[in-house]
């Protein structure tokens, strides 16, 4: 089996965007948002099993908010938002991109201009986090790595939302959700702190932020990160695109469905991204929940005509 890994030219000409990166302050605020809960991944586990430090209410509080912030992201920030894989009305459309900003992310307008602008040059020049950025050799890959996993955060200056999701910007309601992100992210952190005091005091207070507050941040992000950086390396690659994504199954669990990449470049506007048999996409579950009691409308699910039609063709 062979993989279609071509990709589109450049427009003949370019928008004018920053070429700059954030400045130093910013840069500076940011390495902090991204080593102090990634420290606190790499201390869990000993701090776990050495000496016991965790408990139950802790680990639900991480994966229950690991799994809202995610499902915001790959549901609302995602499908609904930067794909329009389907219709929801108002107060949906609101509730998703609150829980997409749980997961710590940014603000939704921004979040879907980057992505948008991903999808327009994937693993071309402009594309804002290519692992390929920097050629095919072993050495290149691992400079590439790092770039699309987080270095690029420090680099780009961002994509322009009234170009690429002016939709989002005409929305005030998102706009208005967007401009307290900074709240809702802090009242990630302190409702796992509060429930953490009530039960065990400033200790479980503590427990609590590092737990469901630090480490669950940097689950999350790093599996985000992962799609962009993993998923255009390894994987397969059952499904013609135009760039090198690819799907790896065994991070399903965490991934929520994302992790088929390949099916998601191939038909970026489709709810579901598993769609082979055994695949699993708790999004894609999500959404068809949903949309049977009325509250997602006009679904765009694939149809096994479309699945076959993009497949590769033996050669």
């Known amino acids: 089996m062979t993989t279609n890994t071509a990709t589109r030219p450049e427009p003949a000409s370019s928008p004018t965007e920053p070429a700059e990166g954030p400045n130093w302050c910013a840069r500076a605020i940011l390495a902090i948002f991204v080593a102090v809960p990634l420290a606190a991944l790499l201390g869990a586990l000993p701090l776990a ?12 509080m991480m994966v229950a908010l690991y799994y809202i912030g995610v499902h915001g992201v790959t549901i609302g920030y995602h499908r609904l938002f930067t794909h329009n894989a389907f219709r929801a009305g ?3 459309r609101s509730f998703l991109a609150v829980a997409g900003s749980v997961a710590v992310e940014g603000r939704v307008v921004d979040w879907v201009a980057d992505h948008r602008k991903h999808h327009q040059f994937s693993d071309q020049a402009r594309d804002p986090h290519s692992p390929w950025a920097y050629g095919t050799g072993a050495r290149h890959l691992i400079r590439g790595f790092l770039h ?35 709240l809702i992210a802090v009242v990630t952190f302190a409702i796992p702190v509060i429930i953490g005091f009530a039960i065990d005091g400033w200790w479980g ?19 985000t990160w992962s799609i962009n950086s993993i998923t255009h390396i390894f994987g397969k690659r059952p499904f013609t695109s135009r760039d090198k994504s690819a799907n790896i199954g065994w991070i399903a669990v965490v991934g929520c469905g994302e992790n088929y990449h390949n099916y998601h470049h191939a038909d970026p506007s489709s709810a579901r ?11 894609a579950r999500i959404i068809r929940m949903m949309e049977s009691v009325g509250l997602v409308t006009d679904v765009k699910w694939p149809s096994a005509a479309r699945i076959e039609k993009l497949r590769v063709k033996s050669s």
């Open 49 to 60: 099993v050495l000496i016991g430090w965790v408990s139950t209410v802790d680990i639900i």
């Open 90 to 92: 108002p107060f949906m």
């Open 148 to 182: 699309a996993h987080v270095g690029w955060l420090f680099t780009y200056s961002g994509s322009d939302a009234a170009k690429y999701a002016p939709d989002l910007v005409e929305d005030r309601a998102l706009v208005r959700i967007s401009r307290l992100w900074p």
């Open 205 to 223: 207070a503590l427990r609590a932020f590092f737990w469901a507050g630090l480490v669950r941040v940097a689950l999350v992000h790093h599996m």
């Open 273 to 283: 991204h598993g769609v082979l048999r055994g695949q699993l996409d708790s999004s």
